[in-house]
């Protein structure tokens, strides 16, 4: 019988025609809201906590701790529950309604503080005094494996090998550096966009951090071209995949695929990929789908 974890990953990849106005080149969305947890955080949540325990960092009696924008801490919650741990996640405090009270329903202590970054200075400074684990996804191999073992070969084999360009936003990096780990094996002509957002622009899911908080798992020579996003392109984006495409996502989805239409400008011919990240229903306390 199928456990709950048996259906993280293997998520649709679906043509998304009617925002793409060049016929020459394919665009596909991966639909990572299809995941138990609702996005692509379940792949590396998974992967770090059984990584944890299969190699008895995580000691019984031990809570994990975790500093997250959302959709990880949602997906630690509900992994760390199937796996009887306890947690505490750390979020900025302008984190939505929906996902502190999804996280809540799990079981997890939820902490608010000011800023992502000072989210992640107090996880590390309750892990160092001891009883708590830190998974730190900015620095865990086990988060970019994730993506490396399965994404990244769901993709390569549902384009039947004939991807060009892989699209995704950029937070902890994750989705990128090992899916881009993957198809550079496969295929080292097929080129990696990574989206950032534009200066003053808010968008969850995607990052510019400040240097003393880079990601340690990025590596800029896995990714070919950085493109920027502003806030207001992602929004619109969003409100355009719902009402013409039926997808109903997150701003980091809409996002990547502005910046995937931008790129598409420039083709003649392609086949391209982008990370679809959540679910919308996470964002309806927000204005994302106001008018």
């Known amino acids: 019988m199928a456990t709950l974890l048996d259906f993280v990953g293997n998520t649709p990849l679906v043509e998304l025609k009617h925002v793409n ?22 792949r590396p949540a998974y ?18 701790i975790e500093a997250t924008s959302g959709n990880t801490g949602i997906a630690l919650a509900m992994i760390a529950r199937l796996y009887n741990v306890e947690i505490e996640l750390v979020l900025p405090k302008n984190s939505t309604r929906e996902r502190i009270l999804t996280m809540q329903a799990f079981g997890a202590k939820v902490t608010l503080m000011e800023t992502m970054e000072s989210a992640r200075d107090f996880a590390e400074e309750q892990a ?8 730190n996804q900015f620095a865990n191999p086990d988060n970019y494996l994730a993506h490396y073992r399965t994404t990244g070969p769901e993709i390569w084999e549902n384009t039947q090998s004939k991807i060009t ?6 937070g902890t990096t994750g989705t990128i550096m090992g899916t881009s780990r993957f198809l550079k094996e496969q295929n080292p002509a097929i080129q990696i966009i990574g989206c950032q957002p534009t200066e003053g622009s808010q968008i969850p899911g995607i990052r510019k951090w400040p240097e003393q908080y880079l990601p340690k798992i990025f590596d800029p020579g896995r990714v070919d071209r950085v493109m920027e996003v502003s806030q207001e392109e992602a929004t619109l984006m969003t409100r355009r995949l719902a009402r013409e495409e039926g997808i109903f996502a997150g701003m980091s989805s809409g996002g990547a695929v502005h910046a995937a239409l931008k790129l598409i400008e420039e083709l003649t011919e392609g086949v391209v990929v982008c990370i679809i990240c959540d679910r919308g229903d996470r964002y309806l306390s927000s204005d994302l789908f106001g008018e």
């Open 128 to 135: 160092q005094k001891g009883g708590y684990f830190l998974l």
């Open 165 to 170: 360009h892989f699209v995704s936003s950029m």
């Open 21 to 42: 106005p060049n016929p020459a080149v394919q665009l596909y969305g991966k639909m990572e809201g299809y995941n138990p947890g609702g996005s692509v955080k379940d």
């Open 47 to 64: 992967s770090m906590i059984k990584g944890a325990i299969d190699r008895g960092d995580l000691q019984p009696g031990v809570k994990l």
